[in-house]
Nanobody, 116 residues
């Protein structure tokens, strides 16, 4: 079973930057997509960005132009570089992984707070 461990969250001022990391360990197998979702208080979880095995990416409209998703296959790690952060980006950010076989796996989440 794959474990996903997020890191890199924290408190940042509006306009600042953070880089989130998601390290996958355990039974590593081919995946279809890895990515990030977020959930703000009182709101549903929403997709932020995803990346395929071949490196194709997709972003929520709210993330386009500010966030960049990337991966390091050698480290089994996916990153989310977040720039020009806004207060509305405040949420718990969850890493996910869609394997070729089996259900989506989720990390435990990392808190991102954008506030002055």
């Amino acid at each position: 079973q794959v474990q996903l461990v997020e890191s890199g969250g924290g408190l940042v001022q509006p306009g600042g930057s953070l880089r989130l990391s998601c390290a996958a360990s355990g039974s590593i197998s081919s995946f279809i997509t890895m990515g990030w979702s977020r959930q703000a208080p009182g709101k549903e979880r929403e997709l932020v960005a995803g990346i395929t095995r071949s490196g194709g990416t997709n972003y929520a409209d709210s993330a386009k132009g500010r966030f960049t998703i990337s991966k390091d296959d050698a480290k089994n790690t996916v990153y989310l570089q977040m720039n020009s952060l806004k207060s509305e980006d405040t949420a718990v950010y969850y890493c996910y992984r869609d394997p070729q076989i089996g259900p989506r796996a989720w990390g435990q989440g990392t808190q991102v707070t954008v506030s002055s």
